[in-house]
């Protein structure tokens, strides 16, 4: 079982739709939780961190947290093609970040 | 600008040769990183370095070596490299070795034919 895993996609929601994203760990000590998102051929930049259970949101972005069930999800409201990109989940469990594969979100107009 | 930076963008290179990739970052971070990002985008980390101590040592083959001039400064230093070293290197920096906000570069490619 991967440290954290996420669908690869490609996943194509039409503009203005909500695209949601998933992310699931295995290490329970797990205390912080990050997405990136990554433009092909750019580096990956941070857009949410979430440490508690329940909801954050910053904009059209909400990030999911819930500890139990080991699931982090971001759902983006409204979406707009310059959404498209993937996105990186990543989980901190002890001093290092590490990252899921990626999901490869299409928004189309 | 402030930023973490990388030279060279991109880098290609024959088997079996030693090449160097540099990192500065002016944010006045303590902690750096090494990432590689393979064909399938996977990104793991390598090393990293704290004031220049190193505090992360993924199983990363010998030939890559990791230094620390200072804490402004990782570079990365990779002997006979081989096909599988082909992949998108990336450096990031911390304030501190905390769940703290990790700042990327603008990455290089490293192609080994």
């Known amino acids: 079982q991967k440290e954290v895993e996420q669908n690869s996609g490609p996943l194509s929601v039409p503009e203005g739709a909500i695209a949601s994203l998933n992310c699931t760990y295995s290490d329970r000590g797990s205390q912080s939780f990050f997405w990136y998102r990554q433009y092909s051929g750019k580096s990956p930049e941070l857009i949410m961190f979430i440490y508690s259970n329940g909801d954050k949101e910053d904009g059209r972005f909400t990030a999911q947290l819930n500890k139990a069930s080991q699931y982090v999800s971001l759902l983006i409201r409204d979406s707009q093609p310059s959404d498209s990109a993937t996105y990186l989940c990543a989980v901190r469990p002890g001093g290092k970040l590490i990252f899921g594969q990626g999901t490869e979100l299409s928004v189309k107009p | 600008d402030t930023a973490v930076s990388q030279t060279p963008k991109y880098l290609v290179t024959q088997m079996g040769n030693d090449k160097s990739i540099k990192c500065e970052q002016n944010?006045?971070?303590?902690?750096m990183y090494w990432y590689k990002q393979d064909s399938k985008k996977f990104l793991k980390i390598m090393f990293s370095y704290n004031n220049k101590e190193l505090i992360i040592n993924e199983t990363v083959p010998n030939r890559f070596s990791p230094k620390s001039p200072d804490k402004a400064h990782l570079n990365l230093h990779i002997n006979s490299l081989e096909l599988g070293d082909s992949a998108v290197y990336f450096c990031?920096?911390?304030?501190?070795?905390?769940?703290?906000?990790?700042?990327f570069g603008p990455g290089t490619r490293l192609t080994v034919t």
């Open positions: 944010l006045g971070h303590d902690t």
């Open positions: 990031a920096s911390s304030h501190g070795t905390g769940p703290d906000e990790q700042y």
